[in-house]
């Protein structure tokens, strides 16, 4: 569980209480959870799930070496939004109803009711910064901001202070969400943080006091703009899976 109170943002040394921000609490039976698009010129297609055989990591690219996302545990079912050119990784939403993507291996699956190759969009590597905004989009794409999740860490006290960062090339100002879900897909916490008054700079980061109280252990999931609304030059490192040692200091 967690007990919420209004957020707090530092940035640039500065502490400031993020005005007319509005924090609330769901809970996983609430089902609150935006589905963020892919970008890809393939045309969407029916929703498709398929089992996984073994536990996997979910990568935020199709490579073992990269960040991870989450862990779907064996015998869940993912939602799956598409494939790379080879067919040897699949892109999954899970729990199939979030904003949470990744890649996990399609030998991963179970093979009997795996969609076949050809019904899912190849969606090849994950695009680089500004390769959805059209042809030629490498300029509008390095003029964008790209926010991240740099780091999260427990308070003495138990609340959840986590570090935004643009890593783009304009600084953002305006509002964002930020979601806090535990790794099995519980949505702990929905805020949005105000950067209005006090724009992110690039390169610069911003110390958000959840408000959210971490009473337990666990692998926790922290997504900025899980309901994708920032026009970002990268949407594939929103997302970001931490080890958090609750107040109580065991799980």
């Not at 109170?5 to 400031?16: D, F, N, Q, S, Y």
């Not at 190759?117 to 901001?145: F, I, K, T, Y």
């Not at 959840?210 to 920032?230: A, K, Q």
């Amino acid at each position: 569980m967690a007990t919420p109170r209004p957020p707090v943002i530092a940035a640039a040394g500065v502490v400031l209480v993020a005005a007319g921000t509005i924090a609330v609490i769901l809970f996983a039976d609430g089902g609150r959870g935006a589905q963020a698009p892919v970008a890809t010129n393939t045309p969407s297609i029916g929703s498709t799930t398929a089992r996984l055989a073994v536990t996997s990591n979910v990568y935020v690219r199709p490579a073992r070496s990269a960040e991870l996302v989450a862990v779907i545990p064996a015998g869940r079912e993912a939602r799956v939004t598409g494939r790379t050119e080879d067919g040897a990784w699949l892109r999954v939403v899970y729990p199939s109803q979030s904003g949470i993507e990744g890649w996990v291996p399609r030998a991963n699956f179970v093979t009997d009711g795996l969609p076949s190759l050809a019904s899912l969009p190849s969606l090849a590597q994950a695009p680089a910064a500004g390769s959805a905004s059209g042809p030629a989009g490498s300029v509008e794409g390095d003029a964008l901001p790209d926010l991240s999740v740099a780091s999260a860490e427990v308070q003495p006290n138990g609340n959840l202070v986590v570090r935004i960062t643009n890593e783009g090339r304009a600084p953002f100002a305006g509002r964002v969400g930020l979601q806090v879900s535990s790794a099995d897909g519980e949505i702990l916490g929905v805020l949005e943080v105000n950067l209005t008054s006090q724009p992110l700079a690039p390169g610069r980061f911003a110390s958000v006091n959840t408000g959210i109280e971490v009473r337990r252990t666990g692998l926790f999931v922290i997504e900025i703009d899980h309901v994708n609304s920032v026009k970002e030059s990268g949407e594939f490192n929103n997302v970001r899976r931490v080890l958090l040692v609750g107040a109580g200091g065991s799980p």
